[in-house]
């Protein structure tokens, strides 16, 4: 094997196990459903963008925002980088500014505004607004506007939004990183490197061998030997033949 060839045979093995290491440290983040809708990941989660016909804007109540998310969770907004990739994505699904549901709720117990799934309201992105709120506590939600990321108050029971998206935690079993399987991955394949390299250094210094055994065949060659020993044996035989 040429000095060319084998290097870029072990590049390509080294390639493939870089490449393992990346997939299983990044790669196995999770998993989305697959239920023929189009979920976007983003982290630890899968986003479904809920929309109708390209020609008509469909508008709709928090009730049935939830009902369409049925099975997953209603938008929750836990960072400004989830903030921010909402107002990037929109674009590729809706046509122009929507209002988007958010799955908040206003829970009588703590008196104040709660994620479904009994999450804490963290991360805020509020419109600048000075004027109060006339709405009734209980009848509180909240849209965010695609083009700005703001999030504004208004009434679950008398407002409809055009903009729904489902979210899901991505599968357990997929978010769990294997560090002792990666270990032992890593492992085997620095093993298995090891075990190609010596099998072409070996067919390399046999090429090699196979080279000098060649010369020296063609350079000393036994039969030249044996025309000799011939010709002295028949020199020999005449002289011994004359009287």
């Keep these: 094997m040429e000095p060319e060839s084998r290097n870029h045979h072990l590049g390509s093995v080294w390639r493939c196990v870089f490449l393992l290491s ?13 239920d023929g ?3 976007v990941p983003l982290q630890d989660r899968c986003y479904h963008f809920v929309h109708g016909e390209e020609d008509k804007i469909k508008s709709y109540t928090f009730e049935r925002a939830k009902s369409l998310c049925q099975g997953f969770e209603l938008l929750t907004i836990q960072s400004a980088e989830e903030n921010d990739f909402v107002i990037k994505y929109s674009p590729e699904v809706w046509k122009g500014n929507v209002n988007v549901w958010l799955g908040m709720y206003y829970d009588t117990s703590s008196e104040d505004m709660r994620w479904f ?6 991360f805020t992105n509020w419109e600048d607004s000075s004027s109060p709120s006339d709405l009734v506590p209980l009848d509180t939600c909240v849209t965010l506007h695609s083009n700005t990321g703001k999030w504004e108050n208004v009434s679950c029971l008398d407002e409809v939004e055009n903009g729904v998206i489902c979210e899901i935690l991505q599968t357990e079993e997929a ?21 190609v390299s010596a099998v072409i250094w070996f067919l390399h210094q046999k090429h090699n061998l196979g080279t000098t055994l060649f010369t020296a065949f063609e350079y000393h060659p036994p039969f030249r030997v044996l025309e ?3 010709s002295c044996l028949v020199e020999a035989e005449e002289n011994d033949s004359v009287p």
């Design 117 to 122: 799934g009994e999450d804490p309201v963290g």
């Design 228 to 230: 000799t020993d011939q």
């Design 37 to 39: 809708r189009t979920w």
């Design 22 to 34: 990346l997939h299983l440290k990044f790669g196995l983040t999770g998993d989305c459903p697959a």
């Design 175 to 195: 978010k769990q990183k294997p560090s002792a399987l990666l270990s032992a991955l890593v492992i085997l394949s620095v093993v298995a490197i090891m075990g």
